[in-house]
Every structure is written in C-alpha cells, then in structure tokens.
C-alpha cells in the first residue's frame, strides 16, 4: 500500500523533476536566521530585560490550594500532586519548576509579525487588544485564554467556567462577535493558529505506561515502568475547520486560493501592501519561505508536490505540510537534546503521530510525517548529541524515508556514533530495556492549540485520545496548567528553541541575538 502511495505522491516522471527537487528541499536549514522589521526587533529587544520566574520558593502545598480552587472538576483525581505519596513531594516541587512553555525561533518572528500585522490592519476590537502588547503578553494570552476543552469539526468546547456548547469562533474579534466569544476572553482562529506551535515541557511522574486505554489508573508495580521523564505537547496541524489554521496554507481551494482574499502576490508585490489580507497571507509567506499560490494554476492531475482530494475540487500541498510539521519536530528535537544535556543523560525519545487523527486531510500524511522527521534528523544531527534513540510509536509501517526500524543515524559527532531509530509499537513510559536503562525518557504527547492539557480529559473522557491519556499519566494536567503552575506555565518564562544557541529562556535569547 505505502509503496502504491509513494509511486503516485513522489513519482519520478520528467515532467515533474521540478516538484520532485522542490519536495525534497530541506527546511529550514541549519544555521540560518530570519529577517526582522523594526518593530519586530524593538520588540524582541524589550524581551531582554524579561525577569526569570524565581522557582526558590515554590510551596507544594500553596501549588495543591490552587488547584483545589480551579474551577472544572479533573476527569481523574488519581494524575494530581495531591494524589502522590508524600516522599515525592520535594522531587514534584523540582518538576513544577522544570516547566516552563517553549517555541522555535522562526515561530518567535512569526509573532512579532502577528503583532505587527494586527496593530496595522487589525479590527478595531483587535488593535484595542493587541495595543501595547509585548511578546510575552502574547504568550500569555495564547497560554490563558484557551478553553478547557474544544474538540470537532462543530467546535465543542468546554470554558474554564463550565460553559459548553458548539462555538462561534469565527467570530472572535470581528463586529459580529457574541458573549462567550468574545476576544477578551477566548482565542480567535487567528490565534489558535499560533497557539497550535506553542509548546509547553516539564520533568512529570509517570503513574503508569501510558497506554491508550490507562485511564489513571496507577500502576503499583514500578518495576514495569519508567517512573519519572520529561513530557512535550506538540500540535499538528487542523484540517477540521475551513479557510482557518493550516486550512490556509496547506489546503488550495477555488474560494480561498484568489487573490481578492490576499492569495497569489509575491513578497515584492506585498511589501507596501494597504490591504488586510494581503498583509495578512505575506506575513505566512514569509514564514514559510514559500510563495503561496492561485487555484486557477492548479493542474487537474496529481503531482509530486500536490494531491487532488478524493471526491473534491481541494489540493493537498505535501510541501507545505512538510513544512508545517518541520518546525514542530524542529521543537521537539531541539527541547528533548536540551533536557539531555541538563540531566548529562542521553535520551529515549518516544515519538507519537500529531494531526494524524480526525485531524488528518488525506491518508499519506503519516508517510509525510516520517518522512519529514527523518529529514530533520539528518539535518540537525550534528546538534542532538544527547539524543541516542528515537521511537516512532503506533505507526502502520516500519520503514519511510531514511528511518527504519532497527537502524542507525550515523553521526561522527555523536558519542554513540548515531541516533538508533525504533519504528514499533511501545507505551510512553513503558519500561526501557536494559541496554536503555540509564537513559532519559522524553514523551511527546499531541495536545491541541485551543485547549489545556488532557482537552476531552476535562470533559471527563479519558480514552478517546492520545491527549487524555497522557494528562491521565502524568501530572500534566496541574504542571502545565496556566491557571495552576501560574509561575512556570507563563509568557514571561517563554523559552525559544534555536539550532544555533539551542533553548533558552526569552531574555537569554535577546542578548544572544542582539550582542
């Protein structure tokens, strides 16, 4: 099957040698920078005298009074500090101190874009809101304003004060806007696409495996588990709503893809742009490095870079997917290498699919994921010198790319002359081998850009995903929760993830960039 998928999505055929070349290249590269305007830059240079959260004097008892007083009943009591035997106390402690949220450099000049924009060709709403704002603010806004629970193609969500139903998002920030969607009060879409590259990292206890089906239930034989690692939500991207989120880079639609919705225009045509949305789809060009395009050049026939839906009149545009999930796992990687370093282990990265559930569009894109990952692998591999093994969890095949089960990413540079690479199935906290067992477990997780930790965990289902299921193991639900972890889980403890420095706290980064 996946072989059927690879002749018709990367075929070799002459006439598509261009799209073939243009699939392969290898973004973002490493090493390299990106360009900021001067209001970008005299944001980011505010940013270095943000103050570090001072951890000294974190009290786990003022940490359980304050979840005791979050609003929303938590799915299971069994994942909360209070739950925990009370010799792990002072190691909780140093795990609520270890959290902090986490964005890749380009993503850092895609917000101070995003500000930038809003102040110019904002609503009036939004350039009320967005007035003043710093990066951090922003953050925090991303971190805070998110609802509880917000799941399906409807919007269902869930608020942190316990109001439900199928939203309005759209909305958000426009004249039409309505209580509850109001953008003081909850992410717009514009947002959530923003939000959906945010991450939030932290040491976390493992209570158990980490199966699917786990449901907090606490596994009292330790020996079989990994009892204590490092836990990252990443987010893929969102197909269930139109002509939002990734929708708009990724999908090429005969009402979206024209140029009165800002579509087509080179970043020189832009540049001095007086229109909304032409600004607006030049900010995403030039994140991506990528000119967007025009529906009526679309070929009917599929090609190397572009799928034709089944059944539909929209494209697929594998190399913007690639794109888009390159800076996740650019994230991902960076963080992981980072927390190894810290800890002087080498780490068991345990890898889950993000965007390949109900989010998905078309059914390759857990061969583009791979496929994606093993790239930047290869590309960042002279900086993941603490990263000795990758497993790819629950995916259909064992081999994509230049990843297979049971081989070996060979580096001179790395001190085990490589990263072993696993594709097969195995839980997050399962307990390592023996010739692993000194190593660093970090899990990722797929959480969601308008959502806390566990999303349907708050409306207490606690097996419908791969997101309750890690809130129901670990301690994420309190530890990466802004409403909890009020000193950690904050824009102004935002961290930037960089090939070049690797990850550092906001300020830290300023002065690196601005020496």
């Keep these: ?84 035997p009370k010799a792990r106390y002072p190691e909780i402690i140093k795990q609520i101190a270890s959290t902090y949220p986490v964005i890749h450099e380009r993503v850092l000049s895609l917000y101070l874009a995003f500000l930038e924009h809003k102040l110019k060709f904002g609503t009036p709403i939004e350039r009320a809101l967005y007035d003043g704002m710093t990066l951090p603010d922003l953050v925090q806004r991303l971190l805070e304003k998110r609802c509880a629970s917000f799941v399906g193609p409807l919007d269902h969500y869930l608020l942190i ?44 206890e493992f209570l158990n495996d980490g199966n699917r089906r786990n449901a907090g239930i606490i596994e009292n034989d330790k020996s079989k588990i990994e009892t204590v690692g490092v836990i990252i939500g990443i987010i893929g991207a969102r197909f269930q709503a139109r002509e939002v989120m990734d929708w708009q880079d990724i999908i090429i639609a005969e009402k979206q893809n024209i140029k009165e919705r800002g579509y087509g225009f080179t970043m020189l045509e832009a540049k001095d742009t007086q229109s909304r949305d032409i600004d607006y789809r030049s900010m995403w060009t030039r994140f991506y490095e990528q ?55 080498q780490v068991y990265l345990h890898v889950v699919g993000i965007g390949l559930g109900a989010w998905r569009a078309v059914i390759h894109q857990d061969k583009l994921f791979l496929q994606t990952f093993g790239e930047r692998l290869d590309e960042l591999l002279p900086r993941l ?67 806390l930790p566990g999303n349907e965990f708050w409306h207490g289902s606690l097996t419908t995903s791969g ?24 824009g102004k403890n935002i961290h930037i993830a960089s090939d070049r420095f690797g990850v550092l706290h906001i300020s830290d980064y300023a002065k690196k960039v601005f020496v």
């Design 1 to 84: 099957m996946f072989q059927a998928l690879k002749n018709k999505f990367f075929s070799t055929n002459p006439i598509n040698e261009y799209e073939e070349a243009e699939l392969k290249q290898v973004w973002p590269k490493r090493d390299t920078g990106f360009v900021l305007t001067t209001f970008g830059k005299e944001l980011l240079h505010q940013c270095s005298i943000v103050p570090k959260p001072d951890a000294s004097g974190i009290s786990i008892e003022s940490f359980m009074k304050i979840s005791s007083e979050f609003p929303l009943k938590f799915g299971t009591d069994n994942c909360r500090v209070m739950s925990q």
């Design 161 to 204: 004060n316990g109001k439900t139903g199928l939203g309005k998002f759209y909305d958000v920030g426009t004249e039409q806007e309505e209580a509850p969607f109001l953008l003081k009060d909850v992410l717009s879409y514009d947002e959530m696409k923003l939000s959906a590259f945010l991450s939030i990292s932290s040491y976390t």
């Design 291 to 345: 000119q967007d395009l025009l529906y009526e050049n679309m070929r009917a026939q599929d090609s190397p870079r572009f799928y034709n839906i089944p059944n539909t009149k929209f494209y697929f545009d594998n190399l913007m997917m690639k794109k888009r999930n390159a800076i996740s796992f650019d994230t991902l990687l960076l963080e992981a290498n980072t927390r190894g370093a810290a800890a002087d282990k």
């Design 385 to 451: 010198i603490n990263i000795s093994v990758v497993h790819f969890s629950y995916f259909n095949m064992t081999a994509c790319g230049i990843l297979e089960d049971g081989g070996v990413l060979e580096s001179t540079s790395h001190p085990a002359g490589g990263i072993k690479i696993f594709i097969s199935n195995r839980n997050p906290a399962q307990k390592l081998e023996a010739e692993f067992q000194n190593m660093l477990v970090v899990e990722s997780y797929a959480w969601d850009g308008n959502a």
């Design 467 to 490: 997101d309750p299921a890690a809130a129901c193991s670990t301690l994420i639900t309190e530890l990466h929760n802004p409403h909890i972890n009020k000193l950690m889980v904050n």
